[in-house]
């Protein structure tokens, strides 16, 4: 008798145990219809932004998320958040031009908004907002070690985007990684003004920078880079890919592409969403610095198939300096000192 009441017992409880933890995974996966919108600056190809996004939109295909994309073209972007809005549980943005999405978060308070590339004054105002800055600079630092490491010439240049805190970060740690490895170096410096599609225009602004003896160039990503990358091709000059894996990208440039610092968009995002996916947690009203500690900055230098241009002294180096970034010992500057 005591063994039948026994065995009845030892059921109850697993039943009871199998249903607590089928409600946990039924809670779990609450949000399996959760549908993402991603948009776009631009449109897919551009080897920059919408690049990038397409990068972790597949990401969270793959894992079970229900995503759409929206390319805006280079206009629109008001509109395009709001026709997005509508329609999504989660609106993930990509790239300063969205600098209107505080607006479209209060006529959609229910809808949840990631903004990738830039962040707000007050983000604490803005509960179904979150804002996701990288550190560029401290990809930067490495990179301006290797460009100054290697010149032939004393001079090492960057073609950047806007004037604007993000890149005024990345040519501050750039800088400053350059002169720890050579206190005299020159850095020069001119700017696309946010124009990431004109080929033409990255080949004049590479070519200015040669003209000032630079040897080594930091290069923006999309056509203006590429436009930048063939004229550093055609006089002999190096190049540095800033914020995708250049060498990748462009394979055809790969001989003159010593490294690129990369930004983990495509993680950044996964993750983000993941978290919501999974446990509905949503870090609205902040702003996350996505940076080397987190492991969504490094430095790149293509894949297998890739030519390696730095000897194994420099890339030990580089490793080393990361590392003392990660724990802090180096603090890398956010504007030109």
Partial sequence: MKKSISLLLIMALLIAGFAYLGSVVKE????????????????????????SAYEGG?????????????????????????????????????????????????EYPYTNFIWFCASIENPEDYPNLH????????????VGYVAAAMS??????????????????????????????????????????????????????AKELLDQE????????????????????????KAIGLGRDAKTDYPQYDDVILCSMEEEWGSAMFNI???????????????LLADTARHYIGITY????SAQLLDIDLTAQISNLRQKIINRE????????
Avoid at 134 to 139: P, Q
Avoid at 302 to 305: E, L, S
Avoid at 330 to 337: G, L, N, R, Y
């Fill in 28 to 51: 779990k996966h609450s949000m399996s219809d959760l549908t993402v919108t991603i948009i776009v600056p631009s449109q897919a190809g551009d080897k920059a932004f919408s690049d």
């Fill in 152 to 205: 032939q010439t004393g001079v090492i240049g960057a073609v950047l985007g806007d004037e604007d805190s993000y890149y005024n970060g990345v040519i501050a740690g750039f800088t400053q990684g350059a002169r720890q490895a050579n206190d005299t170096v020159e850095v020069v410096t001119n700017h696309a003004e946010g124009n990431y599609n004109d080929f033409q225009l990255g080949r004049d602004l």
């Fill in 330 to 337: 180096i603090k890398v500057d956010t504007a030109v000192q």
């Fill in 302 to 305: 293509g894949d297998k198939n």
């Fill in 131 to 142: 804002s996701v800055v990288f550190a560029g600079n401290e990809g930067s630092y490495l």
């Fill in 273 to 287: 969403v993941k978290n919501y996916y999974d446990y509905g947690t949503f870090d609205g009203g902040t702003v």
């Fill in 214 to 237: 630079a040897d080594i160039i930091y290069v923006l990503p999309g056509k203006t880079g590429e436009g930048a990358l063939m004229e550093i091709k055609e006089n002999d000059a």
């Fill in 58 to 106: 597949k990401y969270l295909t793959e894992y079970g998320v229900n995503v759409s994309y929206i390319e805006c073209k280079d206009e629109g972007y008001k509109p395009q958040m709001m026709k997005a809005a509508a329609e999504s549980d989660m609106v993930v943005c990509i790239g300063p031009e969205f600098w209107e999405i505080t607006d479209v978060t209060q």
